[in-house]
């Protein structure tokens, strides 16, 4: 039985709790894994994004909750928020256990009949089990570091969500000595997954083991003389949200180089053992990490489920992934055509339909050409290898003058921004980090290119990172532009982050913190009005969460004034929909399909103006007053009325990967009634927008 998602600690009863709805996403994302219409590798692959959303999810929301109802790290009187972490850690129970059932019961015994084996200990043969037994002696024992506890071996410190071992011991240690409990850290140089010689697979289909089923076979012989009376592999979380005080640190990068080491070593969280381990052993490690025995998750499999990713990457089987898919390609970029392009027109990219490379490509034109003379971009995400991160370098070699603003705070790619950051210095760009105490999440490129007429602005804008693996995998749009306006503006926001002066007025551009949240609810505001005077009012939005209470609240206000509204919300979303005298006029449907809905598109009817901007930001409150973000209109019309055809439309369409939010917080998957044919959105754009033999380019 779900529970209900009402959130009890909201005295309003107007909106749903955050941490719950986000819990009913990896529900969504489950469901993906139980599809048998979905191919095996990528219900596996479901399983395995779970895992990490969940640790994600601990890491950083239950992390700050417990720390919210606790007092110098003892628990609180916090009745409400104690309630509200109750309710969470049950529907994570639940989650984790449908998880493994779905492992269990139907992804692994499948991929076995298609020739793909997980073997555990007991459904290894003899010439399989002699092979692991030689891969431990030469591969794992030389690298293992058996702890027997005693007051000078006290309890190691356990890095963030490692494996590890608790052994139980009957006898007498080599002095003579009782010490009952050893613990063992698997190293993490050794891979989770081992893949058998072809020769040893069963029926010529592919072998793999588990690390931690190997050094279960033979923990025994880490300990001579001994007999091995109960183990248990087991994985701590702890709190990794990195925290530095920026008022008083002399530099960010420095400070945040030290904090990356912390993060390893944050108060516990969440406790993962086997589900066979014996309730001393599980009660030991509670007692050890200072959790309560809410926090233990007893688990019918591996411990990090995430590391069963690696059973895809090997696997070669075509049949058990989707088909691949090739993506569209706007422009293709030659010299420096770019720029004549975009003086006659903008160009408008749906990603991943069609292909970041016209991106790419219009850095690297910009970095060879010589009549360039600056480029300034934004990085939030761009991850550890970057055709465009290199361009930017030979760019800053060659003379021009790049401005690259690095956020160094963006979780959990921190250290790859760092990297790149003292490569860019290196190089002789200019690295800065934005504004003290706001990330910089704006998705912005500019380039200054000295021509006839004077120097010209050319703009690239986006919804999303500037990242090669994620633009695959993740919806976005992207404007490449000369218009002069929003080139000018464009360059007011870099002058603003770097020299922290006030910027001048922005006639296009919605910038946060200093005015996104106000225009965002003058154009609601506006669409109410229009409805009050008897005229149709018409809102439709998409992005991935929706939680500001005063964007909603301004929402339910124009949905009673008759505002008809459809919000398109991949995750967290605390608003209720269709409730009588609130919201009964507001739609919020949620779409989970083969690649991952990140665009954010706000549109407002606005008397037939069709106003439709395209954002980094989605409504919520840290991305409307602790980041930078910058959301910028679609002026051309026909571009316009794409974003409106690729972005919105087949997304309200859609009756196979939809879902729709009851007001209760509960999702009800969408299909089709009646006669009515089967539609996807994702499907239909990798139709519309792709190409069939690889021609795309990326």
């Given at each position: 039985?779900?529970?209900?998602?009402?959130?009890?600690?909201?005295?309003?009863?107007?909106?749903?709790?955050?941490?719950?709805?986000?819990?009913?996403?990896?529900?969504?994302?489950?469901?993906?894994?139980?599809?048998?219409?979905?191919?095996?590798?990528?219900?596996?692959?479901?399983?395995?994004?779970?895992?990490?959303?969940?640790?994600?999810?601990?890491?950083?929301?239950?992390?700050?909750?417990?720390?919210?109802?606790?007092v110098?790290?003892?628990?609180?009187?916090?009745?409400?928020?104690?309630?509200?972490?109750?309710?969470?850690?049950?529907?994570?129970?639940?989650?984790?256990?449908?998880?493994?059932?779905?492992?269990?019961?139907?992804?692994?015994?499948?991929?076995?009949?298609?020739?793909?084996?997980?073997?555990?200990?007991n459904?290894?043969?003899?010439?399989?089990?002699?092979?692991?037994?030689?891969?431990?002696?030469?591969?794992?024992?030389?690298?293992?570091?058996?702890?027997?506890?005693?007051?000078?071996?006290?309890?190691?410190?356990?890095?963030?969500?490692?494996?590890?071992?608790?052994?139980?011991?009957?006898?007498?240690?080599?002095?003579?000595?009782?010490?009952?409990?050893?613990?063992?850290?698997?190293?993490?140089?050794?891979p989770?997954?081992?893949?058998?010689?072809?020769?040893?697979?069963?029926?010529?289909?592919?072998?793999?083991?588990?690390?931690?089923?190997?050094?279960?076979?033979?923990?025994?012989?880490?300990?001579?003389?001994?007999?091995?009376?109960?183990?248990?592999?087991?994985?701590?979380?702890?709190?990794?949200?990195?925290?530095?005080?920026?008022?008083?640190?002399?530099?960010?990068?420095?400070?945040?180089?030290?904090?990356?080491?912390?993060?390893?070593?944050?108060?516990?969280?969440?406790?993962?053992?086997?589900?066979?381990?014996?309730?001393?052993?599980?009660?030991?490690?509670?007692?050890?990490?200072?959790?309560?025995?809410?926090?233990?998750?007893?688990?019918?499999?591996?411990?990090?489920?995430?590391?069963?990713?690696?059973?895809?990457?090997?696997?070669?089987h075509?049949?058990?992934?989707?088909?691949?898919?090739?993506?569209?390609?706007?422009?293709?970029v030659?010299?420096a055509?770019?720029?004549?392009?975009?003086?006659?027109h903008?160009?408008?990219?749906?990603?991943?339909?069609?292909?970041?490379?016209?991106?790419?490509?219009?850095v690297?034109?910009?970095?060879?050409?010589?009549?360039v003379?600056?480029?300034?971009?934004?990085?939030?995400?761009?991850?550890?290898?970057?055709?465009?991160?290199?361009?930017?370098?030979?760019?800053?070699?060659?003379?021009?003058e790049?401005?690259?603003?690095?956020?160094?705070?963006?979780?959990?790619?921190?250290?790859?921004?760092?990297?790149?950051?003292?490569?860019?210095?290196?190089?002789?760009?200019?690295?800065?980090?934005?504004?003290?105490?706001?990330?910089?999440?704006?998705?912005?490129?500019?380039?200054?290119?000295?021509?006839?007429?004077?120097?010209?602005?050319?703009?690239?804008?986006?919804?999303?990172?500037?990242?090669?693996?994620?633009?695959?995998?993740?919806?976005?749009?992207?404007?490449?532009?000369?218009?002069?306006?929003?080139?000018?503006?464009v360059?007011?926001?870099?002058?603003?982050?770097?020299?922290?002066?006030?910027?001048?007025?922005?006639?296009?551009?919605?910038?946060?913190?200093?005015?996104?949240?106000?225009?965002?609810?003058?154009?609601?505001?506006?669409?109410?009005?229009?409805?009050?005077?008897?005229?149709?009012?018409?809102?439709?939005?998409?992005?991935?969460?929706?939680?500001?209470?005063?964007?909603?609240?301004?929402?339910?206000?124009?949905?009673?004034?008759?505002?008809?509204?459809d919000?398109?919300?991949?995750?967290?979303?605390?608003?209720?929909?269709?409730?009588?005298?609130?919201?009964?006029?507001?739609?919020?449907?949620?779409?989970?399909?083969?690649?991952?809905?990140?665009?954010?598109?706000?549109?407002?009817?606005?008397?037939?103006?069709?106003?439709?901007?395209?954002?980094?930001?989605?409504?919520?409150?840290r991305?409307?007053?602790?980041?930078i973000?910058?959301?910028?209109?679609?002026?051309?019309?026909?571009?316009?009325?794409?974003?409106?055809?690729?972005?919105?439309?087949?997304?309200?369409?859609?009756?196979?990967?939809?879902?729709?939010?009851?007001?209760?917080?509960?999702?009800?998957?969408?299909?089709?009634?009646?006669?009515?044919?089967?539609?996807?959105?994702?499907?239909?754009?990798?139709?519309?927008?792709?190409?069939?033999?690889?021609?795309?380019?990326?």
């Amino acid at each position: 039985m779900k529970p209900d998602l009402r959130a009890e600690t909201n005295k309003h009863g107007i909106f749903l709790d955050r941490e719950l709805s986000q819990l009913a996403f990896n529900r969504r994302v489950l469901a993906q894994a139980e599809d048998a219409s979905v191919p095996l590798l990528e219900r596996l692959r479901y399983l395995c994004i779970v895992s990490s959303n969940l640790d994600e999810f601990f890491e950083v929301r239950v992390a700050s909750l417990l720390a919210a109802a606790s007092v110098d790290g003892a628990p609180a009187e916090h009745p409400a928020l104690t309630a509200n972490l109750r309710r969470i850690c049950d529907e994570c129970h639940e989650l984790v256990k449908q998880q493994y059932d779905i492992l269990n019961a139907e992804v692994l015994p499948q991929l076995q009949e298609a020739g793909v084996h997980l073997l555990r200990h007991n459904q290894r043969n003899d010439a399989q089990r002699a092979w692991v037994k030689d891969y431990f002696e030469r591969e794992v024992r030389p690298l293992l570091t058996p702890i027997g506890l005693d007051p000078a071996h006290p309890f190691p410190q356990v890095v963030n969500k490692s494996l590890n071992f608790i052994v139980q011991l009957s006898g007498k240690d080599a002095f003579g000595r009782g010490t009952a409990i050893a613990i063992v850290k698997a190293p993490r140089v050794l891979p989770r997954v081992i893949r058998l010689p072809g020769e040893l697979s069963d029926q010529g289909g592919d072998s793999f083991c588990l690390l931690s089923s190997i050094i279960h076979a033979h923990i025994g012989d880490l300990f001579a003389g001994r007999d091995v009376t109960a183990y248990s592999q087991f994985r701590v979380t702890r709190d990794s949200d990195l925290w530095v005080d920026e008022d008083e640190v002399k530099n960010l990068r420095q400070a945040l180089k030290g904090e990356l080491q912390g993060r390893q070593f944050g108060t516990s969280v969440r406790l993962e053992v086997a589900k066979n381990c014996p309730p001393e052993l599980s009660q030991f490690l509670l007692d050890q990490f200072s959790l309560d025995n809410s926090r233990l998750y007893r688990v019918d499999g591996p411990v990090n489920m995430v590391r069963l990713t690696e059973i895809i990457n090997h696997v070669q089987h075509p049949e058990l992934r989707f088909p691949p898919y090739y993506p569209g390609q706007a422009y293709k970029v030659a010299n420096a055509d770019i720029f004549a392009t975009l003086r006659q027109h903008d160009i408008l990219l749906h990603h991943p339909y069609q292909s970041f490379q016209t991106v790419i490509d219009f850095v690297r034109a910009a970095a060879l050409d010589p009549h360039v003379v600056a480029i300034k971009q934004t990085i939030y995400r761009t991850g550890m290898n970057s055709d465009l991160m290199e361009s930017l370098i030979v760019a800053a070699r060659g003379g021009k003058e790049v401005t690259v603003i690095v956020e160094l705070m963006a979780r959990f790619d921190e250290e790859a921004n760092i990297n790149w950051a003292d490569k860019l210095e290196q190089a002789g760009a200019q690295v800065v980090y934005g504004v003290v105490g706001l990330k910089t999440h704006a998705k912005v490129a500019l380039v200054i290119r000295r021509e006839d007429t004077g120097l010209r602005y050319y703009a690239h804008l986006g919804t999303g990172n500037y990242h090669p693996t994620t633009t695959k995998l993740y919806t976005d749009f992207g404007l490449l532009t000369s218009h002069p306006e929003i080139g000018n503006e464009v360059n007011e926001v870099f002058m603003h982050l770097t020299s922290l002066a006030k910027p001048q007025k922005l006639t296009h551009l919605w910038l946060a913190p200093l005015a996104l949240q106000n225009e965002i609810i003058k154009a609601i505001r506006n669409e109410a009005k229009i409805a009050r005077a008897g005229r149709p009012g018409r809102i439709i939005a998409k992005m991935n969460a929706l939680v500001d209470e005063s964007v909603i609240r301004a929402l339910y206000a124009a949905s009673k004034d008759g505002v008809k509204i459809d919000v398109i919300v991949r995750g967290a979303c605390t608003l209720k929909p269709g409730v009588p005298g609130l919201s009964e006029n507001i739609r919020v449907r949620s779409i989970i399909g083969r690649f991952l809905e990140h665009s954010r598109i706000y549109y407002f009817r606005n008397d037939l103006a069709h106003d439709v901007y395209l954002a980094s930001a989605d409504w919520m409150s840290r991305n409307l007053f602790r980041r930078i973000e910058v959301a910028f209109p679609v002026l051309d019309r026909v571009l316009k009325r794409r974003v409106i055809a690729e972005g919105l439309n087949p997304y309200l369409k859609d009756n196979s990967n939809a879902w729709e939010l009851e007001p209760t917080g509960h999702y009800q998957r969408r299909r089709p009634r009646g006669k009515q044919a089967v539609f996807s959105a994702q499907h239909y754009l990798m139709h519309t927008l792709g190409t069939p033999d690889g021609d795309g380019g990326q």
